[in-house]
Every structure is written in structure tokens, then in C-alpha cells.
């Protein structure tokens, strides 16, 4: 199964960019590539999500490398609203196995005022 | 509005003791799913359905049941709870029967403990 590797913390200013960094060496050609947050006591909500190009939604932006062996989801300017748990997702790529979601244990982001 | 619901938001039980947890959408989604979530281990998926009658084994299916026989709820059962079930669950639906390829949309978690 393919996995994601996140850093476990991150911090970041108020009103900064942020650059979330998720690697996924083992990717496979037709894995998409999904970005989920878990406000504190809250169920994980949809960011963003990929295959190849690079997406942009009115959340966040998702750069994908070129080898697509790692992602980096990018919050334009972080709010304290944006504090909460980043999960990098892969879908897996066999017919069978589409519909499995494996969440990792993600990245804390705090965000200092 | 569009939304996720279960129920009930806590519970609170003594093992061996069968119980329910409720899961509706009302999006007209035909994926629908079952995760538990413990400090360390993250989000697990429990069982996933990508139709009425259609329902399918995730990473951790040991100790429960679902069943879906409408389209817009997906019953998590725990026939005989154990302590270790205790934790997080989130039920979560998404438009596409292929779940991986869309958005899915999480519930507010039902916490449960099993004494």
C-alpha cells in the first residue's frame, strides 16, 4: 500500500505562507493525491486534491512534483483558523483497492498570532 | 444544508452490551464509510459501501458490522463491544462509488466508551 511520510509539527505566523511537505516515494501512476484537515474536535474536511498538475482552490494550492514522489500543499496566508491536523492521502491504485482511504497521523500546524 | 449526521454524539457502555451507531447524508451519495480514530494510530477505515447492498472490509473490520439497505444510512454495529473499541468513530459519504476519486464528507464523530 502506498504511503505518505508527514513531518509530525509545523508552525507558522499569522497572515504567512505556509508550505506543507508530504512525501509519497511510492506512489503509484493512476494514485490521486488528497489533502484533509481535522479542525480541533471536528471531522476531517476536503482541502484539495490531485493527480499530476498543480490545483488551485479558493483553500489552498497543491504542488505536485514532477516525479510525483512528494506534494506540498500551500495555504496562501495562514489564518488562526488554519490551525489543525493536515492528513496527505493516497488512493490506492489497484481496481480493487479504489476505494480504500488511508490517512496517516499527519501534520500539526500552529499558527502564532 | 448539506451534511453528514450521526448519531447518537456520545455513549457510554459496559461490555458485551450491543449497540448502534447511526450514520445519514442526505447528498444522495452512494459512497459511504466508517473510520475510528485513537491518539497515535490516526484515522483507521472500519468498512466502506459504494452501493445499497454493497459494502466491503477496510483496515480494521474485526469486532463490527454495517449493513446498507437504503442509500442514505450506513449503521455502524457492534454486536458484543470490547474495551478497545473504545475511540472516535466518523462515518463519511462521497458522491462517487469510487470513493478514492472524489471528496468525501466527514460527520461530527460519535465518541464511544466501552467500560
Known amino acids: 500500500d502506498a504511503k505518505t511520510t508527514q513531518p509530525n509539527s509545523m508552525e507558522s505566523n499569522e497572515e504567512e505562507p505556509v508550505h506543507l511537505p508530504c512525501n509519497h516515494s511510492?506512489?503509484?501512476?493512476?494514485?490521486?493525491i488528497h489533502w484533509y484537515r481535522q479542525l480541533p474536535s471536528q471531522g476531517p474536511e476536503y482541502v484539495i486534491h490531485?493527480?499530476?498538475s498543480n490545483v488551485n482552490n479558493r483553500m489552498a494550492s497543491l504542488a505536485i512534483a514532477e516525479d510525483r514522489k512528494s506534494s506540498t500543499l500551500i495555504l496562501h496566508r495562514a489564518t488562526l483558523r488554519d490551525a489543525a491536523v493536515y492528513y496527505c492521502?493516497?488512493?490506492?491504485?489497484?481496481?480493487?483497492?479504489?476505494?480504500?482511504?488511508?490517512f496517516g497521523s499527519g501534520t500539526k500546524l500552529n499558527v502564532k498570532p | 444544508e448539506a451534511q453528514v449526521t450521526q448519531n447518537p454524539r456520545y455513549l457510554i457502555t459496559v461490555t458485551g452490551k450491543k449497540l448502534t451507531v447511526t450514520c445519514s447524508q442526505n447528498?444522495?451519495?452512494?459512497?459511504m464509510s466508517w473510520y475510528r480514530q485513537d491518539p497515535g494510530l490516526g484515522l483507521r477505515q472500519i468498512y466502506y459501501?459504494?452501493?445499497?447492498?454493497?459494502?466491503d472490509k477496510g483496515d480494521v473490520p474485526e469486532g463490527y458490522k454495517v449493513s446498507r439497505k437504503e442509500k442514505r444510512n450506513f449503521p455502524l454495529i457492534l454486536e458484543s463491544p470490547s474495551p478497545n473499541q473504545t475511540s472516535l468513530y466518523f462515518c463519511?459519504?462521497?458522491?462517487?462509488?469510487?470513493?478514492?476519486?472524489?471528496?468525501?464528507?466527514f460527520g461530527p464523530g460519535t465518541r464511544l466508551t466501552v467500560l
Open positions: 490531485g493527480l499530476t
Open positions: 463519511a459519504s462521497s458522491s462517487y462509488p469510487q470513493g478514492g476519486r472524489d471528496t468525501q464528507y
Open positions: 459501501s459504494m452501493n445499497v447492498e454493497v459494502t
Open positions: 492521502i493516497l488512493t490506492p491504485s489497484l481496481a480493487d483497492n479504489f476505494n480504500k482511504f488511508y
Open positions: 447528498m444522495n451519495h452512494e459512497y
Open positions: 511510492t506512489i503509484s501512476g493512476t494514485d490521486y
